[in-house]
């Protein structure tokens, strides 16, 4: 019954002739495993085409969807970090595969007469490989994969005459964006594999024209392809396999079979950041097998980049193509064989230099660099320690757009909600948004010059600001000393107080010590970290100290006959007052309690709301209470609303009034009219003051809050330069009521 | 079978007609996958407007420079958007003077940092460092030029800041357009 089939099949198709010359190739000699290579190479093709069209069917090509689209495949769709890992580690393993494919054929002489065609048509493969390899990295739109395919289209323009076109022709336009993406993919997923697969049915046809170039051992049998070569074939394919699936478990084994299952960081390929053309990201690196040409660029100053970028990679691969020619006697295919393995020295060379540079700093501490080594190669070190910061910063930030990403938020009764995924605009915006992420770099930015963010708590990790005082210096650059050999320091300018912890209760009762209000410490210098200017005493940057005043101790309002610092020596408040009145105050601010704060006590509220009341309304206005005129208004003291007020405006009546009674302050963002005028955005100020009162997304209970948004910001500046307000309470119950 | 006959005329014409039934096609497929040069060539003489970046009196005088965000429309194929950061810039202010580069490195067009301790811009890619003139450091220096300056107006307290981006690897800026 089956053969009759069979053959009314074969009648109708003549398939039984197509799989005889398939199969029934003679191998001289017999089957062998040193012939796998091909074979391998072809099924990697196969594994990339297929695993590639199922990743297809999940990917969006756009400068607001492709990060997200990966996003989603690795994280939340079954099998998607499993699928993408095979993907992303089976293209390393075809590049290996095929530098030894390459190395064999030349080695054996394969690429001689009558086989020169087949070899060039190997060339081309290989150029396709590598360009699958690079327009596939930049899909992800992570940060590693926009600022690493940049520099590649930069290097596009060195191209003589067509240059700037070839390169805005492969963006899509002078920037990268929504078309770079789809011309990106277009390449990836349609122009190179189609091409890839004409070539390698040329490549194949051309191989059956002329056989296998056999190790021919005497009295070894023939054989023929089908079955033992192809039992072969499939052994290597499977460890192929198998070593890959390795990579994609990252080898963690036990994290396999753990209870959990496997952990999510042993999953597959790495996601990064999403990318953002105005963030600075210096870890941008290409995939390991083009660090070669990248560390190659080095080498090359000033206008000769050319010769790195295009002319030495033109020339080797005009050798390469060269080399049957070359190749023709014995003394030619000598030079070819020693040419090409000087090329994989010198590439393996160039990348291990190029992992060296950039993890020089752990270099110099497993050799245990002497003193004088540290200063030789202090600019290698701290490129290292810059690059490794880089690359923790940006682990960072994948990990914070994964928590972001899964944010849920509590309803009224206190249950969680959905996660809250990514919205249209995308999930950068979700990033650039961030308190917790953005806060820091902000307050850095625009708050550090004057302002601590100095923790007076153990255990403090997180990010700390320090100001520091340089020391004086003469007309040679040098450190100014008295007779005496002392350093000297101007009276010192500048240094407002400690933000670590404002508008919590024990910031306040600590400012309401005269002795703490007027503090102004300095502590010991510290020598700079680099040491070629470590080694120079006379260096200012080693006597740059730093100033401890914690509150008003370097500003105008140090000493004041009219003002706070006035009250707080005649008045010497107890510290049950002190206790009081900044839980009352800290009441108002609505703060989240942050690392280790205590809740406030209901009672200190009420007493504290009455003493402010007897004490503070000559010069304050504490709600329907008091004035505004003489001191900042205590209505709602180190809210988000006070605090977003005072620094879009300090000047503003509600607060120093003027620029007399506002030292140095800045009015970051006074003109509502025209943003564009101010010199903060009030949505970075909201960053600011969201990060300093602990308003970001934490994954834990008590802290699932959202940042406010770019409009409610601005609403709320608008609010808090309304001198009367409908709504302007005071939070916690008077004593006396 | 028949004698394969010859006929120029119909050899001409089959080649001809294959030939235009072909390539049509891929001109206008060409065609718009060239937009992006031939939209250039149109657009190109554009002038780049002054965009402000900064208060004068917020910038410190000498060193260190800043990095402040470029603020305008951000355009990508059918989004734009207004109020985007578009670029950045280094702004060093010396007394009434402010001199202002584009962050971007001119040898591959990396983000150039800026190294506090050295007193310098360094690049994180290829090593390029730039003093604080945007003069190179070293005769090995990977860039082929100092950094790109850029013009800057001062009208009252405010810093403007001719924006414009330059290609790399070049020995002379060259602007992109």
């Known amino acids: 019954m089956s053969k009759a089939f069979f053959d009314w099949l074969d009648d109708r198709t003549g398939y039984r002739d197509w799989l005889h010359d398939a199969l029934y190739e003679n191998i001289p000699s017999g089957a062998r495993f040193r012939y796998v290579t091909g074979s391998m190479l072809v099924f990697a093709f196969v594994v990339q085409a297929i695993t590639g069209l199922f990743l297809w069917m999940a990917y969006s090509p756009s400068s607001q969807t492709a990060y997200e689209s990966v996003w989603w495949i690795q994280y939340r769709m079954t099998g998607g970090w499993l699928l993408r890992g095979i993907h992303h580690f089976m293209a390393q393993a075809m590049v290996i595969v095929l530098g030894l494919h390459l190395l064999q054929v030349v080695v054996d002489g394969a690429y001689r007469k009558p086989r020169e065609i087949n070899y060039w048509l190997g060339l081309i493969l290989m150029q396709i490989v590598m360009g699958l390899g690079l327009t596939g990295y930049l899909l992800p739109w992570d940060q590693k994969g926009y600022w690493a395919t940049n520099v590649a289209t930069n290097l596009a323009t060195l191209v003589p005459g067509v240059g700037k076109e070839l390169q805005q022709v492969a963006v899509g336009g002078s920037e990268y964006g929504h078309h770079t993406l789809t011309r990106f993919f277009a390449l990836h997923a349609g122009v190179l594999p189609a091409l890839l697969l004409v070539f390698l049915g040329l490549h194949i046809a051309v191989f059956r024209k002329h056989g296998i170039t056999a190790h021919i051992t005497p009295n070894r049998p023939d054989e023929m392809f089908w079955p033992k070569q192809v039992l072969f074939d499939a052994i290597a394919c499977l460890v192929l396999l198998a070593v890959v699936l390795g990579f994609v478990i990252h080898w963690d084994i036990g994290g396999l079979f753990s209870a959990g299952g496997l952990p999510e960081h042993s999953r597959g390929a790495e996601l990064g950041a999403p990318s953002d053309p105005s963030e600075q990201y210096s870890a941008a690196r290409p995939e390991w097998y083009f660090l070669f040409l990248f560390q190659l660029l080095k080498y090359f100053p000033g206008s000769t980049e050319i010769w790195g970028a295009i002319i030495i990679p033109g020339l080797v691969m005009g050798a390469l193509f060269f080399m049957p020619i070359m190749g023709r006697n014995a003394m030619g295919h000598r030079m070819n064989v020693a040419f090409l393995v000087l090329l994989l020295v010198g590439a393996v060379g160039l990348t291990i230099a190029a992992l060296v540079e950039d993890h020089f700093e752990v270099v110099a501490r497993q050799l245990s660099f002497s003193d004088a080594n540290k200063v030789k190669w202090s600019k290698e070190i701290k490129n290292s320690q810059e690059f490794r910061s880089a690359q923790h910063e940006a682990e960072r930030n994948a990990e914070r757009m994964r928590v972001l990403i899964n944010r849920r938020i509590p309803n009224d009764k206190g249950e969680l909600g959905e996660s809250m995924d990514i919205q249209k605009l995308g999930a950068v915006y979700l990033l650039r948004n961030d308190p917790l992420t953005q806060g820091p770099k902000l307050f850095g930015r625009h708050c550090a010059s004057c302002h601590d963010y100095r923790p007076d708590v153990e255990g403090y990790e997180g990010p700390i600001f320090q100001t520091l005082q340089p020391p004086k210096v003469d007309a040679s650059g040098n450190v100014l000393r008295d007779d005496k050999g002392n350093v000297q320091y101007d009276e010192f300018k500048t240094g407002a107080p400690n933000l670590f912890g404002f508008g919590s209760r024990k910031w306040i009762e600590k400012m309401l010590d005269h002795a703490s209000w007027q503090r102004l410490e300095y502590g010991p210098p510290t020598p700079s970290s680099d040491p070629v200017i470590a080694a120079n005493p006379e260096h200012p940057d080693n006597h740059k100290r730093p100033v401890i005043a914690d509150y008003f101790g370097a500003t105008k309002h140090r000493e004041n006959s009219a003002g706070m610092e006035n009250f707080l020596k005649e008045n010497n408040l107890t510290g049950d007052v002190k206790r009081q009145i900044a839980s009352a105050l800290a009441a108002q601010s609505v703060r989240r309690l942050q690392r280790g704060e205590t809740k406030l006590d209901e009672q200190d509220v009420a007493a504290g709301i009455e003493l402010i009341k007897n004490k503070c309304l000559d010069c304050h206005r504490f709600g329907e209470d008091g004035s505004l005129g003489v001191a900042p208004d205590l209505t709602g003291y180190g809210s988000y609303e006070w605090m977003l007020g005072m620094v879009s405006d300090p000047t503003h009546e509600r607060f120093y009034r003027s620029q007399d009674d506002n030292d140095r302050m800045p009015s970051f963002a006074k003109d509502l009219e025209k943003p564009q005028n101010n010199n903060v955005s009030v949505r970075e100020l909201s960053l600011i003051v969201d990060w300093l009162r602990g308003d970001y997304y934490l994954d834990e209970d008590g802290h699932r809050v959202l940042p406010h948004d770019e409009e409610t910001a601005r609403r709320t500046v608008e609010d808090s330069r309304r001198l009367t307000l409908p709504k302007r309470e005071i939070i916690g119950k008077p004593a006396s009521q | ?177």
């Open chain 2, 1 to 177: 079978l028949p004698e394969p006959r010859r006929s120029f005329i119909a050899e001409v014409m089959a080649g001809l007609i294959g030939l235009v039934v072909g390539v049509f096609p891929f001109a206008s497929g060409l065609i718009v996958f060239l937009d992006p040069i031939l939209k250039r060539k149109s657009a190109e003489g554009g002038e780049h407007p002054f965009l402000r970046v900064a208060s004068l009196t917020m910038l410190k005088d000498g060193d260190p420079p800043v990095q402040v965000p470029v603020i305008a429309d951000l355009v990508d194929a059918w989004n734009r958007e207004v109020n985007q950061p578009v670029g950045a810039v280094y702004l060093l202010r010396k007394g009434d003077d402010v001199i202002a580069y584009n962050a971007i490195c001119p040898h591959a067009g990396c983000f150039v940092g800026y190294a506090a301790e050295r007193r310098c811009f360094q690049c994180p890619c290829h090593t390029s460092s730039f003093q604080l003139d945007g003069k190179r450091i070293g005769a090995s220096s990977p860039a082929p030029r100092d950094m790109d300056k850029l013009q800057v107006k001062i009208e009252g307290d405010n810093v403007l800041v001719q924006f414009m981006n330059f290609y790399p690897g070049k020995e002379k800026p060259e602007v992109k357009q």
